[in-house]
C-alpha cells in the first residue's frame, strides 16, 4: 500500500474507508488529491477482500469543493474527471458518508458513489455554476436520481440544501446523527458486503447503463474548453 498526503486509507475487511484529510481546508479539492483518490479507488478495486467502498472526509467537512488556491495551470488536468469516472465505473458498491459542507466538486464525488449516507448537519450543494464551473456528476445523473426539474433547480440556482431535504427529494438515502454517521455507513456497507460478490458487482453494471451518453461527454469537452479557453484569456 502507497502512502498517501492528502487522504487516508483504511481497511476495515470487507470494507474501505477512504477520507479526503485536508481538514484545515475544509478538505477542499486540489489536483494532488484528486491523482491520490485515484491511485486509492484502483487499489481498493484490486483487492479482493474489499467487498464495499466508503468515501468521506475528516474534520468539519465532507469537502467544501474545488480548492481555488490550486494553481491555475492545473485546471485542465483537474477538469479531466479520471476520477470521477473510476468512481462512477467501479464494480465495488460505493458509500459517500457525507457531513458538513458538501459542495461543487464534492457533492458530485457523492452523487457518483451508488449510495449517500448524510450526517444530519451536513449542507448540499452543486455550485459550480457559481464559480463558472460545470457538474459532471449533475449533468448525467442527478436527473435520474431526483427528476430533471429538481435537478435544474438546484443546479442553476445553486442553492445549498439540508440532508434532510435531500433525503425529501431522494437525493440522500439516509441521514444519521452526526455522531453515528460512519456507523451508520458502516452499518449499510457490511449489510451490502454479506451477498454474493458476482451478484451486487454485475447488479451495479446494470443499474449504471444508459446514465452517461456520448452526447454528455461531448456537451461536457465542449463546455470545459469553453471555460478553460476563458480562463486563459484571463
Given at each position: 500500500m502507497q502512502t498517501y498526503q492528502t487522504?487516508?486509507?483504511?481497511?476495515?475487511?470487507?470494507?474501505?474507508?477512504?477520507?479526503?484529510?485536508?481538514?484545515?481546508?475544509?478538505?477542499?479539492?486540489?489536483?494532488?488529491?484528486?491523482?491520490?483518490?485515484?491511485?486509492?479507488?484502483?487499489?481498493?478495486e484490486a483487492d479482493d477482500d474489499i467487498k464495499v467502498v466508503i468515501l468521506t472526509g475528516a474534520g468539519r467537512a465532507f469537502s467544501a469543493g474545488h480548492d481555488n488556491n490550486d494553481p491555475l495551470e492545473n485546471m485542465p488536468e483537474f477538469a479531466n474527471l479520471k476520477e470521477e469516472e473510476l468512481l462512477f465505473t467501479l464494480d465495488k458498491p460505493t458509500i459517500a458518508a457525507v457531513h458538513g459542507y458538501t459542495l461543487g466538486d464534492a457533492m458530485q464525488q457523492a452523487l457518483l458513489c451508488d449510495l449517500i449516507v448524510a450526517s444530519d448537519n451536513a449542507v448540499l450543494g452543486f455550485i459550480g455554476p457559481r464559480i463558472g464551473g460545470l457538474c459532471y456528476g449533475a449533468f448525467t445523473i442527478l436527473p435520474a436520481v431526483i427528476g430533471r426539474h429538481l435537478a435544474n433547480e438546484l443546479l442553476f440556482t445553486c442553492d445549498q440544501i439540508s440532508a434532510e431535504e435531500g433525503y425529501r427529494m431522494g437525493l440522500v438515502n439516509k441521514v444519521a446523527p452526526h455522531e453515528k454517521l460512519m456507523e451508520a455507513a458502516l452499518e449499510m456497507a457490511n449489510k451490502i458486503a454479506q451477498w454474493p460478490t458476482a451478484a451486487i458487482k454485475y447488479s451495479k453494471r446494470a443499474m449504471r447503463i444508459g446514465l452517461t451518453t456520448r452526447n454528455h461527454e461531448d456537451a461536457l469537452s465542449e463546455g470545459w474548453q469553453a471555460i478553460l479557453g476563458a480562463m486563459a484569456d484571463h
Open positions: 487522504i487516508l486509507y483504511e481497511k476495515k475487511a470487507p470494507v474501505g474507508i477512504i477520507t479526503m484529510n485536508r481538514p484545515d481546508k475544509l478538505n477542499a479539492m486540489n489536483l494532488e488529491m484528486k491523482k491520490e483518490l485515484v491511485d486509492a479507488l484502483s487499489e481498493m
